[in-house]
């Protein structure tokens, strides 16, 4: 008899899964199902090539439409799923067909956290899909006003791209500094200052009391009291977990939905990746949920593994040290294990230039490193992390010492 395996959610992390049942060799039916009309796409471009019109959406897709065909995947696209039954093996679309399942992948993802009334006022915009971007495209240019809420990693990189496009960019930011919510302060600041040399206004302890339409666009009200008045606004204050279905289908959540080591919920023949996957880091030695790219492709592959397999020995672990980057301007921002405000930093290089790293200790530990167009040291970074390193400071901050030979790495290795 024919087996089913099916994906909810067909972003990266549901197209990565597909084509990894394909890889192993997995001949049965295999139904991908997503909210939106496109196929998997990469959400990065969103706020970069795609919104400064160097690439076309095509550009976007994940892989072209024939290799879908040729790898035998069924899509069920916009079409949402109303409904998992995980005691009958079955979803139920919201148009009434049902589809049963041996096992089942959700990858849903998130949605973006909107404020309580901008879904009221035109203009208002949050940047999570193609369409999205597409719509925020429109306001951007000479002459042009965008005010960006939220200075977070996406909030910067489209106020990168809108004043790279000409447009005047105001961002406000609720904490002291940008990317305050996961960075030390001093790296908040740098970014802050680069952004400022390039025109873009960046407003810190500013918080949002309303906003509502205006003569001439959006008019932004802050709880200071402070008024603002573009084109348009974009909202980019985070990601909600897509819980809908899982606890509707009784699955343990708790920021997003608790998987285990592999990738497994607490239902059976039910599996989670992605963005919305909480799982344990035996790395890091707690629970994560990563909302990146990185992180929902390899996870989904190592998920999709998982589906297929029919003995406990052949299960594989999801275990890596989480990494991030972001691209603004001419500066690439990459982010490596999971750090916090209140880490210590230790500069490698002239923080004032365009290529310098930082490397994070908590409590003499090295838990993390952030690099502006320094992806050596990252990677270095990457590989030691969750051996409990106690580094020396000044060789840490030391450039003329190597730091795979600092770190005891295997300086012939090729760390990614």
């Known amino acids: ?16 899964a597909a084509l990894t049942l394909r890889a192993e060799g997995f001949d049965g039916r295999v139904v991908v199902v997503g909210d939106e009309s496109y196929p998997p796409y990469s959400r990065p471009p969103l706020s970069k090539q795609l919104m400064r019109g160097e690439i076309d959406v095509a550009r976007t897709h994940l892989r072209p439409a024939a290799l879908w065909e040729q790898r035998d995947v069924e899509f069920v696209l916009g079409r949402p799923v109303a409904r998992l039954d995980v005691a009958a093996h079955e979803i139920a679309l919201g148009d009434g067909e049902r589809i049963g399942y041996d096992a089942l992948l959700l990858a849903t993802g998130g949605r973006a956290r909107v404020l309580s009334e901008q879904k009221r006022v035109d203009g208002v915009h949050v940047l999570r899909t193609i369409d999205d971007a597409l719509a925020i495209r429109e306001h951007l240019g000479p002459g042009r006003r965008l005010l960006i809420v939220g200075a977070g990693f996406v909030g910067a990189e489209l106020a990168a791209s809108a004043a790279m496009l000409g447009t005047s960019v105001t961002a406000l930011e609720a904490t002291g500094v940008p990317l305050g919510r996961g960075l030390p302060p001093a790296l908040g600041e740098i970014y802050r200052r680069m ?5 873009v206004d960046i407003r810190v302890n500013s918080t949002v009391s309303k906003v509502a339409a205006g003569a001439n666009g959006v008019v932004t009200r802050l709880t200071s009291g402070a008024v603002f008045e573009s084109d348009a606004v974009v909202v980019a204050i985070g990601l909600r977990p897509e819980l809908t279905l899982a606890t509707a289908a009784g699955l343990a959540v708790d920021n997003g939905i608790l998987v285990d080591e592999y990738c497994r919920t607490s239902a059976p023949d039910v599996f989670a990746a992605g963005d919305i996957a909480n799982h344990p880091n035996p790395i890091l030695g707690h629970r994560v949920r990563v909302e990146h790219w990185q992180n929902a492709q390899h996870q989904s592959a190592v998920a999709a593994h998982n589906m297929l397999a029919t003995e406990p020995a052949g299960l594989n672990v999801f275990a890596e040290v989480p990494w991030v980057w972001s691209e603004q301007y001419d500066i690439n921002l990459q982010v490596t294990g999971r750090p916090l405000p209140t880490d210590e930093v230790v500069f490698r290089g002239d923080p004032d230039s365009t290529e310098f790293s930082a490397m994070l200790l908590r409590d003499g530990v090295l838990i993390a490193a952030v690099g502006v167009n320094c992806a050596d040291d990252v990677r270095a970074a990457r590989a030691a992390i969750g051996r409990g390193l106690t580094p020396d400071r000044r060789a840490l901050g030391d450039t003329n ?15 990614v």
Do not use: C, P
């Not at 008899?1 to 990565?16: D, E, N, P, S, Y």
């Open 195 to 199: 952004h400022a040399t390039r025109g």
């Open 401 to 415: 010492i190597d730091l795979r030979e600092l770190l005891q790495l295997d300086r012939k290795a090729s760390y």
């Open 1 to 16: 008899m024919t087996r089913t395996l099916v994906v909810i959610g067909a972003g990266l992390a549901g197209g990565t």
